[in-house]
């Protein structure tokens, strides 16, 4: 079925390490990819996307990358900082049609 | 600045009544969604709306109903019937639902408890 799920539900890293943090998707048709960073008692803010016809796009700290052979995504942040603390979650576009989110990921930096 | 407005950022009911939560966007979107969030969980979605006068039930949608009289407004009530109410409430928009995708924007949420 239409699922997105996140293979970890926290993730903790240093100040100044690099995170990873990961999704699964399983509808193939997928073709528009998003990671959202909610913080506490917030809505949701949009990082980065991508599409279904390319593999790695890269933003300020962040990249994604997306392999559609084993249908991964997944959520890059360089020199992670405190700022980045939150839950970080991935959503897939299937074709036009309303976004399924994936469960979320909490990630703790440690000074 | 455009954007999307969720009013009260706190909501708080009493058991038995209705209450309706407000989301409003300058954005000139067409599409607009509820969804409700759990501590600890993902977002579920309530309802959503692609035109004016025209919605379509989530995943959840028992004990909740909207309108959409105008493209900027979606407001969302929790009636009686919803037994569980007390979670984060958040509205999102979208320019449309075509070919390719496109993100959502969310508000800042609603907090709504039963007392």
């Known amino acids: 079925g239409e699922s997105v799920g996140l293979h970890l539900p926290t993730l903790s890293v240093q100040e100044g390490d690099n995170s990873i943090i990961n999704c699964a998707y399983s509808?193939?048709?997928?073709?528009?990819f998003i990671w959202y960073k909610q913080e506490s008692g917030k809505g949701p803010q949009f990082i980065i996307d991508i599409r279904s016809n390319m593999d790695k796009r890269q933003g300020q700290r962040v990249t994604v990358l997306l392999n559609k052979t084993v249908k991964h995504l997944s959520l890059q942040i360089a020199a992670t900082q405190p700022g980045d603390s939150a839950v970080y979650f991935c959503?897939?576009?299937?074709?036009?049609?309303?976004?399924?989110f994936g469960q979320g990921t909490e990630l703790s930096v440690k000074p | 600045d455009g954007g999307i407005t969720q009013s009260p950022k706190y909501l708080f009911r009493k058991e038995g009544q209705n209450v309706t939560l407000s989301c409003e966007q300058n954005?000139?979107?067409?599409?607009m969604y509820w969804y409700r969030q759990d501590p600890g969980q993902g977002l579920r979605l309530i309802y959503y709306?692609?035109?004016?006068?025209?919605?379509q039930k989530g995943d959840i949608a028992e004990g909740y109903s909207v309108s959409r009289e105008k493209k900027e407004s979606f407001p969302l009530t929790v009636t009686s019937a919803q037994k569980n109410p007390t979670a984060f409430y958040l509205c999102a928009s979208s320019r449309d639902r075509g070919p390719g995708g496109y993100g959502y924007t969310f508000g800042s949420g609603t907090r709504l408890t039963v007392v």
């Open positions: 509808n193939s048709a997928s073709d528009y």
């Open positions: 709306s692609q035109i004016v006068n025209d919605f």
């Open positions: 954005l000139n979107h067409d599409a």
């Open positions: 959503a897939e576009n299937l074709q036009g049609g309303k976004l399924i």
